[in-house]
């Protein structure tokens, strides 16, 4: 049997996504799970909170509250966890649409950041791009991400865990005629993007069903 880990930037399980990972996959795939923030108790996720900072990262606890999080104090935690993982598993998926270029790993490890933009990439020349991302803290690196796919991207907020505003953002983004919207996050999910969908007429990119599908492509 394959075994694929998730390595989620927050804590795990990451009930919200791997449900969606399971319908794709076959059911001979064992999936095992480990957070950036498993170790640490509730005094300590105070001090990976992001305080004025602007190299952030948004996820999800256990309980479902959302947390923000400073970047530079979340990568040692997140290597730490993906060297455990490694050892128990065939290959890594990475639950974060973030570039995280400092991970090392001795195991296939997917970064869905790179496989995203790869197939944006890859359908049209320059298309007009729009984001939907979790934070309008997040806006900078995010276009960073991007700028080498489209020299043409318009931003949205809505935030998956916070319960953002799609309706705004799916009508934000129709206004300014993109060629395509991005939920830009593993923390969306496909009744996000079909709202979206159906509110801009615009076709939506949901990573997390694009990642499934690729990683399938190696068991």
């Known amino acids: 049997m394959n075994k694929v880990g998730f390595l989620t930037i927050g804590q795990s399980p990451r009930s919200d996504i791997t449900p969606t990972f399971k319908e794709i996959f076959h059911k001979d795939i064992e999936i095992v799970e480990r957070g950036a923030l498993d170790s640490l108790n509730e005094a300590q996720l105070l001090s990976v909170i992001a305080?004025?900072?602007?190299?952030?990262?948004?996820?999800?606890?256990?309980?479902?509250?959302?947390?923000?999080?400073?970047?530079?104090?979340?990568?040692?935690?997140?290597?730490?966890?993906?060297?455990?993982?490694?050892?128990?598993?065939?290959?890594?998926?990475?639950?974060?649409?973030?570039d995280l270029p400092t991970l090392t790993c001795g195991k296939p490890i997917f970064y869905p950041n790179r496989i995203v933009t790869q197939a944006v990439s890859a359908m049209a020349e320059k298309p007009k791009i729009g984001l939907i991302i979790p934070?309008?803290?997040?806006?900078?690196?995010?276009?960073?991400?991007?700028?080498?796919?489209?020299?043409?991207?318009?931003?949205?907020v809505a935030s998956p865990y916070d319960y953002g505003n799609f309706k705004e953002a799916a009508r934000y983004l129709k206004d300014y005629r993109v060629d395509l919207i991005i939920l830009d996050c593993m923390g969306y999910n496909d009744e996000h993007r079909q709202f979206v969908r159906t509110e801009s007429g615009i076709f939506t990119i949901l990573p997390r069903t694009l990642v499934a599908r690729m990683v399938l492509e190696y068991l």
Not at 135 to 140: A, F, H, N, P, S
């Open 135 to 156: 934070l309008d803290e997040q806006r900078r690196s995010k276009l960073k991400k991007w700028q080498e796919v489209s020299d043409d991207i318009t931003v949205a």
């Open 51 to 98: 305080r004025n900072e602007k190299n952030i990262c948004a996820s999800r606890l256990r309980d479902g509250r959302s947390i923000i999080m400073s970047r530079r104090k979340l990568l040692p935690l997140l290597q730490n966890e993906l060297s455990k993982l490694e050892q128990a598993v065939d290959m890594v998926v990475v639950l974060s649409t973030d």
